[in-house]
């Protein structure tokens, strides 16, 4: 009791009830006073690197980039924090360029975990960045690191950093965004330095780009307190960066699960250089997008995007902490369902022990018994929510859920209480379970379950992380946890790595999995994996090391009971079969050496009077399938056309619901043809631009029509369109209209359309109202009548009618079966409406111009603006035709002409950025389109003597009505002024200069340089004329004291959209830069 008496002493502000949580057993005390006593430590980086400690840092991130196209790349903090206490904060990185910190009030931050929308700036409730002093909120060394903030009224713990503060108006929980030099909107890297004594200056200047070395969120009861309130600060997920691979990581981190099961992870030596570190319930999803995986992911490339076969990330789900959590805290919690989506708030202080019964089997024949290869469906009852595993011995004996002649049945209960589960009679190999009496089966649930996945984890040379449960006594053992590193097969068929095998890798894991039952002891280094030093980053599928372009798993769980129940097979009924072919012929019938699909295309049995699922099954490597065990009645079959082992192109062109009836015998020859649909080389290059399907002229004659299809050349170079097919109907499943209400035309031989030029065909005769006077190429159908005004499809292919473009609008039966939409050539969501308003003679126009999203959200009746709120590049369409009340743009751009506006500002003197924001006597500094806050420095400098250095900055927005081309600037050296050459030298990226010196910068869509030019006329973008140089472009003007130009275009950034909003796209804004010296 000396022991507990003496905690309790040090414990003073430790909640009463977990006092009386101390005292109901000797065993629960000690476990309670782990949770409940505050340790005096500390809230941020100070915490993972504390005095003494060893390895490396891991900064924290901030970037516009995503994992596995689901997690963002960034750290995205929570503090709770009660009413009237103060949240005290730093970092390395604020007022440096864009460095900041924001905090936002309790459900400012919406969104999935992972994906959430912050607010836009000024919208938070409070910025540190604004703040007055230039060193408040500034953590300038390890010293003021580890000395932590000084108090809230500055009087106390004077040697520590002079924080930001701001005082909770509310009880709850705060969001915080810590942002580098490059702010919120930058995706660059540099090399850091990964030193835990941060004893390089680049740990606390600009060369920290979108990360943050040292950070800090304080919670403090009054202004002049100096105790910290620790177990505050958390996160769903942290963004970590090492900058380099033999760089390790020691530290412990404390989530805890949404059911209130917490745990202590120790990193030991894991070498990630940059990945993600959360918790969550599943780890990976199976290719259905909703089975938790239990293995590894692959991908070719550090982003793990895309992840083979179909499996995909599960998000960030539980709360994180960095010191073992204040209880008080728990019922403000978030808590998020695996998928992302919230669940609720309050976390439980004390967790449910599991608990499972009833289990039950229903099988397809009577009883527990089901016809061979039928399945069936297994239910129980549970008092959690959580995951499950049901698992069907071969043996009888054997319950390892990964035996390929056993069965296992995973998946995650979002509600207690009775449980279905259906099974399709398969055992882990995809072959039937065989016939048989009293094959027993298990059940069991899981509460507590908390996967660690590691994302591009390169190294874990020295084994771990170690998990303990902290607040429970797991029957596993409170360290055990598993890992499964081997290939395996998914729900869809396909195979990753070889089932069975080590995944690849240098540096796999030995052995390659836990023990599937009782797992492995998490302390020893059984799953060390990787390579010692700095090794293994190729970000490249299998040359790496074993992390390196992979999610590697590891899990806990604290089980519940296991329930029983046996079940029968037995081989009673016939069978239905059948082969998926590609129909090359078109002729609906599976032909003599007319090729098959591949393997794992699922095919469903289902009753015909209710449509009810009776199973499902698979194809072969030869595209065949069977049903087994199918009693006399009326089915239907039908092919899964979703599943992503259908060919890319690929799609059912016959029946997809065969009716058949089985009694006695084997029904067989049940096929299904698929038509196979390419993509032209031409795609993208050739567009349907714009569309008139509903003419003008009155009356039934081709002289009175003047509807047309307008094409466009979007390439860099010439098209010839010899041979090119434009018809509005399906040429590859043989699905048009009857000959009066379609046209197919094909181009003649010779024909070529330039870059950005216009063809125009249309549909009436030739006569003066059907002219397009800019348009390089015109022809006329001659048809009265072609384009059905209620809804119909125009396509476009080549010579081996392969499409180049498809577009539809409206409804009804002149609207052909469309292309697969696995080519990606079509979204018809807002196809319906484009008939909406749409008057005699008033066209459909394509927005931007020759910009083919494949999308209807782009199109819309000319000059409405419809699309302006669901096309994301969207731009005006206008009218230019002067054909009485035609509404048209024919032959010429839909939206109107480039337009580039230049802005030039003072934005340095000397070390001194200049921040101010001036309106200038024109209008382009007005411009709603420019970048809140972007435009900064002044008009003109007073008080600069000889010997100063300025910095002039010229400031670009595209905002015309079409993206600019060919975009070059130039701007003439003032005079009495001396151009300083060396102005950006060691400054990287480069544009592929000579690497002499650099002058001259370029920013695209950032408040800071991302890209620096020699000054030289090399291959690099950037080039500096002396005065007077022959050479200078003739646009610079008179050349008497230097220019600088820039081709701003290049083969990487080919044009610069016009914006469509402020900061819309990023890459429609920029800047060019040089400093002089004042002579």
């Given at each position: 009791?000396y022991?507990?008496y003496?905690?309790?002493?040090?414990?003073?502000?430790?909640?009463?009830?977990?006092?009386?949580?101390?005292?109901?057993s000797?065993?629960l005390?000690?476990?309670?006073?782990s949770?409940c006593?505050q340790?005096?430590r500390?809230e941020?980086s100070?915490?993972?690197?504390?005095?003494?400690?060893?390895?490396?840092r891991?900064n924290?991130?901030?970037?516009?980039?995503?994992?596995?196209?689901?997690?963002?790349?960034?750290?995205?903090?929570r503090?709770?924090a009660?009413?009237?206490?103060?949240?005290l904060?730093?970092?390395?990185?604020?007022k440096?360029?864009?460095?900041?910190?924001?905090?936002f009030?309790?459900g400012?931050?919406?969104?999935?975990?992972?994906n959430?929308i912050?607010p836009a700036?000024?919208?938070?409730?409070?910025?540190?960045a604004?703040?007055?002093?230039?060193?408040?909120?500034?953590?300038?060394?390890?010293?003021?690191?580890?000395?932590?903030p000084?108090?809230?009224d500055?009087m106390?713990?004077?040697?520590?950093?002079?924080?930001?503060?701001?005082?909770?108006?509310?009880t709850?929980?705060?969001?915080?965004?810590?942002s580098g030099?490059?702010?919120e909107?930058?995706n660059?890297?540099?090399?850091?330095?990964?030193?835990?004594?941060?004893?390089?200056?680049?740990n606390?200047?600009?060369?920290?780009f979108?990360?943050?070395?040292?950070?800090?969120?304080t919670?403090?009861?009054?202004?002049s307190?100096?105790?910290?309130?620790n177990?505050?600060?958390?996160s769903?997920?942290f963004?970590?960066?090492?900058?380099?691979?033999?760089r390790?990581?020691?530290?412990?981190?404390?989530?805890?699960?949404?059911?209130g099961?917490?745990?202590k992870?120790?990193?030991r030596?894991?070498?990630?250089?940059?990945?993600?570190?959360?918790?969550?319930q599943?780890g990976?999803?199976?290719?259905?997008?909703k089975?938790?995986?239990?293995h590894?992911?692959?991908?070719?490339?550090?982003?793990?995007?895309p992840?083979?076969?179909?499996?995909?990330?599960?998000?960030?789900?539980?709360a994180?902490?960095?010191n073992?959590?204040?209880?008080?805290?728990?019922?403000?919690i978030?808590?998020y369902?695996?998928?992302?989506?919230?669940?609720?708030?309050?976390?439980?202080?004390?967790?449910?022990?599991?608990?499972?019964?009833?289990?039950?089997?229903?099988?397809?024949?009577?009883?527990n018994t089901?016809?061979?290869g039928?399945?069936?469906?297994?239910s129980?009852?549970?008092?959690?929510?959580?995951?499950?595993?049901i698992?069907?011995?071969?043996d009888?004996?054997n319950?390892?859920?990964?035996?390929?002649?056993?069965?296992?049945?995973?998946?995650v209960?979002?509600?207690?209480?009775?449980?279905?589960v259906?099974?399709?009679?398969?055992d882990?190999?995809?072959?039937?379970?065989?016939?048989?009496t009293?094959y027993?089966?298990?059940?069991?649930v899981?509460?507590?379950?908390?996967?660690?996945?590691?994302?591009?984890?390169?190294n874990n040379?020295?084994g771990?992380?170690?998990i303990?449960?902290l607040?429970?006594?797991?029957?596993?053992?409170n360290?055990?946890?598993?890992?499964?590193?081997r290939?395996?097969?998914?729900?869809?068929?396909?195979?990753?790595?070889?089932?069975?095998?080590?995944?690849?890798?240098?540096?796999?894991t030995?052995?390659?999995f836990s023990?599937?039952?009782?797992?492995?002891?998490?302390s020893?280094?059984?799953?060390k994996f990787g390579?010692?030093?700095n090794?293994g980053?190729t970000?490249?599928?299998c040359?790496?090391?074993?992390?390196?372009?992979k999610?590697?798993?590891?899990?806990?769980?604290?089980?519940s009971?296991?329930?029983?129940?046996?079940l029968?097979?037995?081989?009673?009924?016939?069978?239905i079969?059948?082969?998926?072919?590609?129909?090359?012929?078109r002729?609906d019938?599976f032909?003599?050496?007319?090729?098959?699909?591949?393997?794992g295309?699922?095919?469903?049995?289902?009753?015909?009077?209710d449509?009810s699922?009776v199973?499902?099954?698979?194809?072969?490597?030869?595209?065949?399938?069977?049903?087994?065990?199918?009693?006399?009645?009326?089915?239907?079959?039908?092919?899964?056309?979703?599943?992503?082992?259908?060919?890319?192109?690929?799609?059912?062109?016959?029946?997809?619901d065969?009716t058949v009836?089985?009694?006695?015998?084997?029904?067989?020859?049940q096929?299904?043809?698929?038509?196979?649909?390419q993509?032209s080389?031409?795609?993208g290059?050739?567009?349907?631009?714009?569309?008139?399907?509903?003419?003008t002229?009155?009356?039934?004659?081709?002289?009175?029509?003047?509807?047309?299809i307008?094409?466009?050349?979007?390439?860099s170079?010439a098209?010839?369109?010899?041979?090119?097919?434009?018809?509005?109907?399906?040429l590859?499943?043989?699905?048009?209209?009857?000959?009066?209400?379609?046209?197919?035309?094909?181009?003649?031989n010779?024909?070529t359309l330039?870059p950005?030029?216009?063809?125009?065909?249309?549909?009436g005769?030739?006569?003066?109202?059907?002219?397009?006077?800019?348009?390089?190429?015109?022809?006329?159908?001659?048809?009265?009548?072609?384009?059905?005004n209620?809804?119909?499809d125009?396509?476009?292919y080549?010579?081996?009618?392969?499409?180049?473009d498809?577009v539809?609008?409206?409804?009804g039966?002149?609207?052909?079966?469309?292309?697969?939409?696995?080519l990606?050539l079509?979204?018809?969501?807002y196809?319906?409406?484009?008939t909406?308003?749409?008057n005699?003679?008033?066209s459909?126009?394509?927005?931007?111009?020759?910009?083919d999203?494949?999308t209807?959200?782009?199109?819309?009746?000319?000059?409405?603006?419809?699309?302006?709120?669901?096309?994301s590049?969207?731009?005006?369409t206008?009218?230019?035709?002067?054909?009485?009340t035609?509404v048209?743009?024919?032959g010429?751009?839909?939206?109107?002409?480039?337009?580039?506006?230049?802005v030039?500002?003072?934005?340095?003197?000397?070390?001194d950025?200049?921040?101010?924001?001036?309106?200038?006597a024109?209008?382009?500094?007005?411009?709603?389109?420019?970048?809140?806050g972007?435009l900064?420095?002044?008009?003109?400098?007073?008080?600069?003597?000889?010997g100063?250095e300025?910095?002039?900055?010229?400031?670009?927005?595209?905002?015309?009505?079409?993206?600019?081309?060919?975009?070059?600037?130039?701007?003439?050296v003032?005079?009495?002024?001396?151009?300083?050459?060396?102005?950006?030298?060691?400054?990287?990226?480069?544009?592929g200069?000579?690497?002499?010196?650099q002058?001259?910068?370029?920013?695209v869509?950032?408040?800071?340089?991302?890209?620096?030019?020699s000054?030289?006329?090399?291959?690099?973008?950037?080039?500096?004329y002396p005065?007077?140089?022959?050479?200078?472009?003739a646009?610079c003007?008179?050349?008497?004291?230097g220019?600088?130009?820039?081709?701003?275009?290049?083969?990487?950034?080919?044009?610069?959209?016009?914006?469509?909003?402020?900061?819309t796209?990023t890459?429609?804004?920029?800047?060019?830069?040089?400093?002089?010296k004042?002579?």
């Amino acid at each position: 009791m000396y022991l507990l008496y003496k905690h309790l002493l040090a414990a003073k502000k430790t909640p009463r009830k977990c006092y009386q949580r101390l005292f109901n057993s000797l065993g629960l005390s000690l476990l309670a006073l782990s949770v409940c006593s505050q340790t005096v430590r500390a809230e941020g980086s100070r915490t993972l690197y504390p005095s003494g400690a060893t390895g490396n840092r891991a900064n924290i991130e901030w970037r516009n980039s995503t994992y596995g196209n689901l997690v963002q790349r960034r750290t995205l903090l929570r503090v709770y924090a009660q009413a009237g206490e103060y949240i005290l904060m730093g970092s390395s990185a604020v007022k440096v360029n864009s460095g900041d910190i924001r905090v936002f009030s309790p459900g400012a931050v919406t969104g999935s975990v992972g994906n959430e929308i912050i607010p836009a700036l000024g919208s938070e409730a409070f910025r540190c960045a604004t703040q007055t002093g230039a060193n408040t909120g500034r953590i300038t060394s390890r010293t003021l690191e580890l000395a932590g903030p000084r108090s809230a009224d500055g009087m106390n713990n004077t040697s520590g950093y002079i924080p930001c503060v701001y005082q909770a108006p509310t009880t709850g929980v705060y969001t915080i965004v810590f942002s580098g030099p490059q702010g919120e909107n930058s995706n660059n890297e540099t090399v850091i330095t990964g030193d835990i004594e941060l004893t390089s200056a680049n740990n606390f200047n600009n060369q920290q780009f979108t990360s943050v070395a040292a950070w800090d969120v304080t919670v403090r009861s009054s202004a002049s307190s100096t105790t910290d309130i620790n177990g505050r600060l958390f996160s769903y997920y942290f963004a970590l960066f090492t900058g380099d691979n033999g760089r390790y990581l020691n530290f412990p981190v404390y989530p805890v699960t949404t059911d209130g099961y917490r745990y202590k992870i120790e990193l030991r030596g894991t070498d990630p250089n940059g990945f993600i570190l959360y918790g969550n319930q599943v780890g990976f999803y199976d290719s259905d997008g909703k089975t938790p995986l239990y293995h590894d992911v692959l991908a070719k490339d550090n982003t793990l995007t895309p992840l083979e076969a179909g499996t995909s990330l599960s998000r960030p789900q539980y709360a994180t902490f960095l010191n073992p959590l204040d209880t008080q805290a728990l019922s403000s919690i978030d808590r998020y369902r695996p998928d992302g989506t919230l669940d609720g708030t309050g976390i439980p202080f004390d967790p449910t022990v599991p608990t499972v019964d009833s289990l039950n089997f229903i099988g397809t024949a009577s009883g527990n018994t089901s016809s061979l290869g039928t399945g069936g469906t297994f239910s129980f009852n549970t008092n959690i929510t959580g995951n499950y595993e049901i698992v069907i011995s071969r043996d009888g004996s054997n319950f390892d859920p990964t035996n390929s002649q056993n069965r296992v049945l995973r998946g995650v209960m979002n509600s207690s209480g009775l449980q279905s589960v259906s099974w399709n009679g398969k055992d882990n190999s995809s072959d039937n379970f065989p016939v048989g009496t009293n094959y027993p089966v298990r059940v069991k649930v899981h509460a507590g379950e908390y996967h660690f996945p590691l994302l591009d984890a390169e190294n874990n040379f020295s084994g771990g992380p170690t998990i303990t449960m902290l607040n429970s006594s797991n029957p596993l053992g409170n360290t055990t946890v598993f890992y499964d590193d081997r290939g395996y097969t998914t729900i869809g068929g396909t195979n990753v790595g070889v089932p069975g095998s080590v995944l690849c890798g240098v540096g796999q894991t030995s052995p390659a999995f836990s023990n599937p039952i009782s797992g492995f002891n998490s302390s020893n280094n059984d799953r060390k994996f990787g390579q010692f030093g700095n090794n293994g980053n190729t970000n490249a599928k299998c040359t790496g090391s074993f992390g390196d372009s992979k999610g590697l798993d590891l899990w806990t769980f604290y089980p519940s009971n296991t329930e029983t129940t046996q079940l029968n097979i037995i081989n009673f009924g016939v069978t239905i079969s059948g082969t998926l072919y590609q129909d090359s012929d078109r002729g609906d019938d599976f032909d003599t050496g007319e090729p098959t699909l591949p393997a794992g295309i699922n095919v469903k049995l289902l009753n015909a009077s209710d449509n009810s699922v009776v199973t499902v099954t698979s194809t072969d490597a030869s595209g065949n399938y069977t049903f087994t065990g199918v009693v006399n009645g009326s089915y239907k079959i039908q092919v899964d056309t979703t599943n992503s082992n259908i060919p890319t192109g690929f799609s059912l062109g016959t029946p997809n619901d065969l009716t058949v009836t089985v009694s006695g015998s084997a029904v067989n020859n049940q096929n299904f043809g698929f038509d196979v649909y390419q993509i032209s080389p031409q795609a993208g290059k050739i567009i349907i631009n714009e569309v008139l399907y509903n003419e003008t002229g009155t009356g039934n004659m081709a002289s009175n029509n003047d509807e047309f299809i307008e094409l466009y050349n979007a390439s860099s170079s010439a098209v010839d369109l010899s041979g090119v097919k434009l018809a509005d109907g399906n040429l590859i499943a043989n699905n048009v209209e009857t000959t009066a209400n379609s046209f197919n035309y094909t181009f003649p031989n010779g024909t070529t359309l330039q870059p950005g030029q216009y063809a125009v065909i249309w549909i009436g005769s030739n006569q003066p109202n059907n002219q397009a006077p800019d348009a390089a190429f015109q022809a006329w159908l001659g048809f009265s009548t072609r384009l059905t005004n209620g809804g119909d499809d125009v396509w476009l292919y080549d010579s081996q009618n392969q499409i180049i473009d498809y577009v539809a609008y409206g409804s009804g039966g002149a609207i052909n079966t469309p292309p697969p939409s696995s080519l990606n050539l079509w979204d018809s969501t807002y196809q319906s409406s484009l008939t909406t308003g749409v008057n005699d003679g008033v066209s459909l126009s394509l927005t931007r111009n020759g910009n083919d999203t494949n999308t209807s959200a782009c199109w819309e009746r000319t000059t409405s603006t419809n699309a302006s709120s669901r096309c994301s590049s969207y731009l005006p369409t206008r009218d230019t035709d002067n054909v009485g009340t035609r509404v048209t743009s024919v032959g010429v751009n839909n939206n109107g002409s480039p337009k580039v506006v230049l802005v030039k500002r003072i934005t340095r003197i000397n070390s001194d950025d200049l921040n101010d924001s001036v309106d200038g006597a024109g209008t382009d500094d007005n411009d709603s389109k420019w970048p809140s806050g972007y435009l900064r420095g002044k008009i003109s400098a007073t008080g600069v003597k000889p010997g100063d250095e300025v910095e002039y900055t010229i400031y670009f927005l595209s905002n015309g009505g079409s993206s600019a081309t060919n975009v070059k600037l130039c701007d003439l050296v003032p005079g009495n002024t001396t151009f300083i050459p060396t102005a950006f030298n060691g400054q990287t990226p480069n544009d592929g200069g000579s690497g002499g010196n650099q002058g001259i910068t370029m920013a695209v869509g950032s408040t800071t340089p991302t890209v620096y030019f020699s000054n030289a006329a090399d291959s690099d973008r950037g080039v500096f004329y002396p005065a007077n140089d022959s050479s200078t472009p003739a646009s610079c003007g008179s050349n008497t004291n230097g220019a600088v130009a820039v081709n701003v275009t290049n083969s990487s950034l080919t044009t610069l959209p016009a914006a469509t909003g402020q900061g819309t796209p990023t890459n429609s804004y920029g800047f060019i830069r040089f400093r002089v010296k004042i002579n």
